[in-house]
Every structure is written in structure tokens, then in C-alpha cells.
């Protein structure tokens, strides 16, 4: 198994590598501006909730996947996050030795579609069960696509050091809050989320609220560390 893996990101590395000789200037330019547009992707939709933009009593701390998940947060995300997407691709298409590249990239982009635009939290249960399920299929897909782009250790580094965090204090999430006696329906409105919180002791509250923080921070520095580290 091992020697497979080995084999397998030597060859995905060696893809990666003849592609990124074929960008020009101009190709690395747009690939920077891509960059930024995926940073905006999530720190608008996070600044817009906070601000009550989406629900009227915010929920703190807060993840992406909420910030998201609807109305005027789900537009902002999707357009920034969706052309950003198209200028990361066109070099791909343009030059030939990217066929690799591009490959995964468009599985990623399908992936990602799964996952945010047509799973959104908060609907059902079936459908946050297929929005967790295919959002770690998108993890995987970001380790490839830093082997592809030759992702620089420090940054792989704090997107697998974040990874680790965010799914360690996900599944603590739950036990913590089960512990605590908080169960809500996946279809619950924010309102009612709130509302079921506010009648647990101010101890449960804060317990519940320091892991959510740590969830929440790992969440945003798998995707800082992972946009910062691409090429541009």
C-alpha cells in the first residue's frame, strides 16, 4: 500500500510540476487574483453574518458551512467562489501538459458544487449527512491539489495541523453536547437553535461555545493556509 501511495503522489507531483512550467506571467497573475477571491469567498460571507446580515440574532462562534448556508451569505460566497474558479482554470485549459491538473481540478469543482451549492446545512438530516460526506471527499481533493501545485511544507503544514483540529473538536462537539442534553433537529431555524442553547446552564454554555471556537478557527485555517499556499 505504501509503495502505491508513493507511486501515486510521485506521479501527481510530476504532472503538477510540467504544468506549472508552462504558466507564464500573466497566467500566475490570474492565479493571484483567483487567490483573493477564494480568501473573500469565506471572509465576506463571515463578516456580512456577524453583522446580521443573514440572521437577525447571529450565532457565534460560527462556521462556514452556516455562514453560508443561505440567502444574501450564499450569494456572496457563490460569487466570489465561483469566479475564482474560473480564472483558476483558464490557464489549465490553456496550455497543453495541464490535463492532470485540470482533471482534478474540475472533480473538485464538482465536488465542491455537492457539497456547498446543493447541500446546504440546516435542511435535513439526509442532507447534511450528504454535505459531510462529500465535504471529506473536498478535503481530499485540497491534499491533491497541493501536491499538483507544489504547495509550500509551511502551508501544508497548517492546512493538516487545522484539519486535524477541526475534526477532533467536531466529534468532540457532539459529545459535549450531548453530555449537556442539546439535541436539535438539522431542519431547526437559527432562532430556535438559539433558543434551545439559552436554557442550558451558563457552564454548559461556555463549554459548548470554547469547542465551537476551536471549531471554528480550525475550520478557517485549513482554507487560509491551503488558498495562501497555491501558486500567484
Not at 487567490?35 to 440574532?57: C, E, I, N, Q, R
Not at 499538483?148 to 484539519?163: I, K, M, R
Request: charged fraction near 15%.
Amino acid at each position: 500500500m505504501a509503495s502505491h501511495l508513493a507511486t501515486a503522489h510521485a506521479y501527481v507531483a510530476a504532472r503538477g510540476l510540467q504544468c506549472r512550467a508552462r504558466l507564464d506571467g500573466a497566467d500566475v497573475q490570474g492565479l493571484g487574483l483567483a487567490k483573493w477571491l477564494w480568501h473573500a469567498s469565506t471572509l465576506f460571507p463571515f463578516l456580512w453574518y456577524v453583522a446580521g446580515g443573514v440572521d437577525a440574532t447571529p450565532r457565534w462562534p460560527v462556521t462556514i458551512s452556516w455562514t453560508v448556508r443561505k440567502g444574501s451569505g450564499r450569494l456572496l460566497f457563490h460569487a466570489a467562489w465561483i469566479a475564482g474558479w474560473v480564472l483558476f482554470l483558464r490557464p489549465l485549459v490553456r496550455h497543453d501538459g495541464c490535463g492532470v491538473a485540470l482533471g482534478v481540478s474540475l472533480q473538485m469543482l464538482a465536488t465542491g458544487v455537492v457539497a456547498i451549492s446543493l447541500s446546504p446545512v440546516g435542511v435535513s438530516d439526509a442532507v447534511d449527512l450528504r454535505h459531510f460526506a462529500t465535504s471529506g471527499k473536498y478535503m481530499v481533493d485540497h491534499v491533491l491539489m497541493m501536491v499538483l501545485f507544489g504547495v509550500d511544507g509551511c502551508y501544508a503544514a497548517g492546512f493538516l495541523a487545522s484539519g486535524v483540529v477541526f475534526g477532533v473538536s467536531t466529534f468532540y462537539l457532539k459529545a459535549v453536547k450531548r453530555k449537556h442534553g442539546e439535541r436539535v433537529a438539522a431542519d431547526a431555524s437559527n432562532d430556535r437553535r438559539l433558543a434551545q442553547r439559552a436554557k442550558l446552564p451558563a457552564a454548559a454554555r461556555r463549554e459548548i461555545a470554547a469547542v465551537e471556537c476551536v471549531e471554528m478557527v480550525a475550520e478557517y485555517g485549513i482554507f487560509t493556509c491551503f488558498i495562501a499556499g497555491l501558486p500567484g
